[in-house]
């Protein structure tokens, strides 16, 4: 098994900033990808951004393309995965999750080829 917890969401006015934190925990860590997703209220949920474990490589909706970033920590006894988000906007307002996949490679995007996924944090940006 494998444990997501995120942290780091809040209330943040239209153009701030807020860095989500994903720490993984659980069996030894070995994750094709790990993403983040958000749901609005009313609205499915959607692809925000993800990260390749092992080589790097990074993957953006097109809604958040140059304001936001997704990075991982991979120092000894710590697996975490950050989103930056930068520029905030309300239509940013949603519970952020985190997900990870352990088997590859998909389409990243797709949120049911994720085998774990946090509990989630919500973010709210006003005007």
């Known amino acids: 098994q494998v444990q997501l917890v995120e942290s780091g969401g809040g209330l943040v006015q239209a153009g701030g900033s807020l860095r989500l934190s994903c720490a993984a925990s659980g069996r030894t860590f070995s994750s094709y990808a790990m993403a983040w997703f958000r749901q609005a209220p009313g609205k499915e949920r959607e692809f925000v951004a993800a990260i390749r474990w092992s080589a790097g490589s990074t993957y953006y909706a097109d809604s958040v393309k140059g304001r936001f970033t997704v990075s991982r920590d991979y120092a000894k006894n710590t697996n975490t995965v950050y989103l930056e988000m930068n520029s905030l906007k309300p239509e940013d307002t949603a519970v952020y999750y985190c997900?990870?996949?352990?088997?590859?490679?998909?389409?990243?995007?797709?949120?049911?080829?994720?085998?774990?996924w946090g509990q989630g944090t919500q973010v709210n940006v006003s005007s």
């Open positions: 997900a990870s996949s352990m088997m590859g490679p998909h389409d990243l995007r797709i949120g049911r080829r994720y085998d774990y």
